[in-house]
C-alpha cells in the first residue's frame, strides 16, 4: 500500500486518465471516455489539440519563462487579441481564475480609495464562487467553502443573485461600496442564469452609481456561452472582467481585463505575479484565442448548446425528478429535484464524464469542439441514465 502523500483536498478520484484526444479521454486500460466537463470548463478545444501542442513545444524549445522584468512579447500580442475579443482596453495576467479576481478586487479597492473612500466595499452575491484565496472565499456566497477559515477579510456586501432592487436599495444605503462583482452564471452554485435584462440594468445603475461593474467569467468565457464573453450576448460592457479556464486550454493563465477608468487604477508596484503571463502559457494561449475565433467555436457553442438544451428538454419532459433545464451555449444544468451525485458514477460507467455541482445540478460543460454527433452521443447516453436513475433514500 502506497503512503498517501498529497494532502487530502480532493477526495479519492475514481479514475485516472493517459491520454486524450478531442473530445475524448482514455484511462490505462485504453476505455474511452466523452469528456462533458473538459476539466471543469478548461479543455475548450478539446484534448491534445495539434496547434496547442505544437505551440507550447516551440515556446518550450525556445524560451519557457524570464519574470515580468523583462518584456514578453508574446504576452503583449495576447493582450492586443483578448482586447480586441473582449472590447476591454488592457489585461492583467496570473495564472488562474482567483488570481485573476484578486487582481479584480485589488482595482476595486483601489479605485475606491482613489475617491477617497478609505473603506471600500464590494457587492458580491449569494451561492457566489469565486476562487479559494483568503479574499475570493470571502467573496464566494458558500459557508461550506468559508468554514473554518476565519477571520474572512471584510469589505464585502453580500446580496441575492439577479435582483436589482436589492441592488438599488444597496445603492441608497452604502456610500462606501465602489463595485458589483458577479458571474454572468453562477456554475459551482448549480448554472444559475440571470434574468432577462439584468446586466443592462446592472451596466445603468454602475454608471449612475460610478461603481465599477465586474464580471467573473472564468467559468463562463473563452466561448463557452456562445460569444468571446457572455457579456457581448447582452451589448453591454462590463469595467472589469476576469477570465481564466479555458483561456488556456490546460496551461495555467488567469486575466483580469478592464476598461476606460478601471484600466488606469494600476500603476507600476501596484500588482505582479512572478509566473503571470510568462511566454510558455501566453504561446498556448495565444493559440486558443485565435482559434476560438477561426474556427467560429463561440457559434458551435450556441448551435450545439441550442441543441442540447431543447434536445434534454424533450427527452427528460416526462421525468418527474427533473425540475429545470437551463444555461447557455455549453455551459446546461439539469436540476432534480433531489440530490443526484450517484449520477456521476452512473454516467462514467457508460463512458460518459460529466459533473453535479451544488448536490442536484447535473453540469455540462463539454469541450467547443463537440460536433453534432457527439452532442446526440451525449444526449442520448445521458437522457437514457437520467430517466433509469433511482435515487437510494
Ligand atoms: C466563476 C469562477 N471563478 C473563479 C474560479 C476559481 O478559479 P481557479 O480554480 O482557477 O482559481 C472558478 C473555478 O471554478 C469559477 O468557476
Redesign the pocket.
Known sequence: MTVPTLMNTYGQPAVSFTRGEGVYLYDKTGNRYLDALSG??VNTLGHSHPAVTEAICQQAGALIHTSNLYGIERQQQLSASLCKVSGMDNVFFG???????EAAIKIARLYGHNKGITQPQIVVMEN??????MA?LTASGNRKIQAGFEPLLGGFVRAPYGDIAALESIAKNNANVVAVLL?PI???AGVNVLPEGFMTSLRQLCDQQHWLMML?????GNGRTGAYFSYLLEGIYPDVV?T??GLGNGV?I?ACLARAEAAAVFGPGNHGSTYGGNPLVCAAAQVVVDTIVEDKLCDNASTIGNFLLQGFKESLSGNNWVTDIRGKGLMIGIELGRPCTELVGLARDQGLLINVAAGNVVRLLPPLIIDQQQAQHLLTTLSEIINAFEPKD
Request: hydrophobic share 25%.
Open positions: 471543469i470548463a495564472n488562474s481564475g482567483a488570481e485573476a479576481n457566489a464562487f469565486h476562487g479559494r484565496t475570493t458571474e453562477q456554475g459551482e467573473d467569467e472564468v467559468q463562463t476576469t481564466a479556464k495555467p488567469g
